[in-house]
């Protein structure tokens, strides 16, 4: 009999499997947990890399973090197979672990096409949108040292506002 392919709409197959009562992970794919850096909440995720493809193809809430999992965090005690064991069916409901919409998006900071890849420095007047290159260490040099950076007048670097 051949096994039926459950399709999941335009979402990729879940990273684990159930089988026989035991979760196992499918293979070619790594999990692992870090926070997300896109706001100061710093949430836990999990993460999903497919060595087929060679990239990051989904970021998910951590099971272990209490803001993601609306203040019911799994215990650190928890062992990580016992962890998508509850991630997993019916019990997952109970033990949901989400993120927003920017730590979703952390895949397509990786590879979307027309993201920001080089330091741009306005090369015309505001809002002429003109734009050119500069390297990284000149970025750093103006922003903390400042100087007649646009042919506008002398403006103070971030040096000489903050003190740390």
Known sequence: ?????????L??????KKTGGTVELRPGIRL?????????NMCGIRYRYDEREGR??????NPYCEVVTGGRPLPLSTPVRKAYEMLTGDSGLSHRATTCGKGA????????????????KRAGKRGEN???????????REILEG??????GRVEG???????
């Open 1 to 9: 009999m051949q096994e039926k392919k459950i399709r999941y709409g």
């Open 11 to 16: 979402a990729s197959e879940p990273e684990m």
């Open 32 to 40: 692992g947990f870090t926070k997300c850096f896109t706001c100061n």
């Open 56 to 61: 990051l193809t989904r970021v998910a809430g």
């Open 105 to 120: 998006s952390g895949p397509d900071v990786l590879s979307d096409p027309y993201r920001i890849v080089k330091v741009l």
């Open 130 to 140: 003109k734009w050119h290159s500069i390297p990284y260490e000149q970025a750093l």
């Open 147 to 152: 100087g007649d950076l646009f042919g506008e």
């Open 158 to 164: 971030q040096s000489a506002i903050c003190h740390f």
